[in-house]
Every structure is written in structure tokens, then in C-alpha cells.
């Protein structure tokens, strides 16, 4: 990287190589991968930065300690403080960003090869992404059942519980166990998905990694699955895991939103990501 050239300019001329890259070599198969960072400008906060994170500010629900409230074993304990959190975080009440929509873009041009995201917002699948082309690697609110029976337990009745605060329980009086939202909590295993999907990273022309921190496996690992020779362009506010560390590696530092309305005018469809947004 020349050090006399004013990052503005190293930026562009970056953004113009990645378009390059992508039109000239008919790039088609684009992985994506994404974390919590994506949805933040959508209200929804995420969960290690300093003061916005949902970690920083679970302290009203003395936690033991803030991942507690994705723990499995803390939750049979005590299922309240999760319970707390899903009524802020539960679906329907967030619309998606610009970012989803630039994902639901590269769908529509038969770009996308797969989405993997630790979100558990379902904003993808409300942005119009296929839920085959995503994989929801920490699960989402989208189902839910019974931790003990693994009993579904009603959307209907859940969404009530959600919005009451309520706990709710296995409708099998035998069983009466708590009923929990299939999200992978820590302990748990991931999604059958996940395990079937993760080569597929290997298969890609061009990977756009955006709002994670890359902090949590075997999620964080997705990366490295990329070829050697295949660029990476991480869009996040912060440098994370090994991005950068590549020849071919494209780091638009900044705010997810105005990293891929950069991206998109360099590929010439701003116009097109924006409408599409407005109509989101
Ligand atoms: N634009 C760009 N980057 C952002 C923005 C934004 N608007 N907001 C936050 N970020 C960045 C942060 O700087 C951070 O690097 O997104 C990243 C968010 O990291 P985390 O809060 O750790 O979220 P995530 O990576 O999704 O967490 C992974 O941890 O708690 C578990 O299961 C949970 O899926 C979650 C997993």
C-alpha cells in the first residue's frame, strides 16, 4: 500500500479494482458473511461494542456475567433476563438497512453464492434474500420448542409471551420444560446448515465480510476458507480477524451502510440499491 497516496484516493482506487474486478472477471459466485454490525442501523444494537453493545448495557439484569444471557445452562436456571432481552429484540419490529438490501442485490443479479450470518434479526430473509441462500449460523427467532422434549411450541403463542414477557412452557403438562427460540446459545450446537455449507466459502470468486468481529467460532473461521488467490473485502467499522492479512484483502473501514452505497456506486448500481431500499 503506497503510503503517500491520501487514503480517500487509496480508497476509491481500491473500490474501483474490486468493480473492476468483479464486471471484467464475471465474478458469479459471491459468499457473504455478517454479524451483528449490520443491523445496527437498524436500531438493533449489537453485542461487543463499548458502550451501544448489548453486552455493556445487560448490566440491569444482573448477569453473572453478559454472555450468561445466551447460555444455555443459565438459562434453565433462570430463563428471565433472555426473556427480557427477546422482548427488545424480537422480529417485526425492525426494518432491514441498506445493507440487507445490497445482499438482496447481488441475489437478484445471480450474484450470490451463499449468506452466512450470526444475526438472529431474520432482517435478511425480511430484506427478500431466499432462506436457501442463507444460513442462519446461530439460528434465529424464525421457530422455537421446548429445551427439554424438543416439542415445537407455537408461533402464535410465543410471539404472545414475547410481548408479555412471559416464559413460556412445553404444552406437554407431562414435560411443562421451557420453551426457548432456536437460537444457538452458547453450549449448543450450530444448525446442521452450518456444518453442510462451511466449505463452501472455497468455492467463491469474492467474499464481502461485514459487521462481525469475528470473535466467535467456528463462525469466525469462514474466512480463512476462502482461496489464497480470491479477494476479501471486509466492510466494518473495525479491523477483525485476519483481514488484511492477504495480498488480495480490501479493508472499506467505516459504517457498513456507507461502505456498501461505495461499493454499489463503483459497481454503477446505486440508483438500483436505493430504490430498492425505498421500496424495503
Ligand atoms: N458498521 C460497520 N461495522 C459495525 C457497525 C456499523 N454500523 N456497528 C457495529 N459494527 C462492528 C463492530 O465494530 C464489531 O466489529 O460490527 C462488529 C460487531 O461485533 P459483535 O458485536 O461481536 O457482533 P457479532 O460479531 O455478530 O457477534 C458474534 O457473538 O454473542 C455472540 O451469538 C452472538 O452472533 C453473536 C456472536
Redesign the pocket.
Known sequence: VEDDVPPQTLESRTLESVAKYITERKVRRIVVMT???IS??AGIP????PDT?LYANLARLNLPYA?AV?DISYFRNNPLPFYTLAHELYPGRYRPTVTHCFMKLLYDKGLLLKLFT??IDCLEREAGVPGEMIVEA?GSFASQRCIECKTEFPDTMMKKAVQEREVPRCLRKTCNGLVKPDI?FFGEALPEAFHRNRTLPAAADLAII???????QP?ASLPSYVREETPRIL????R?GGLGSRADDVLLL????AGVRKLADALGWLDELEDLWQRT
Open positions: 454479524g451483528a454490525g445496527t442501523a449489537d453485542f461487543r461494542s453493545g454472555e445466551f450470526q444475526n446461530h444457538v461485514m459487521g462481525t468481529s469475528l470473535s466467535v463462525f466492510i466494518n467499522l473495525e477483525v467505516g459504517e457498513c451502510d
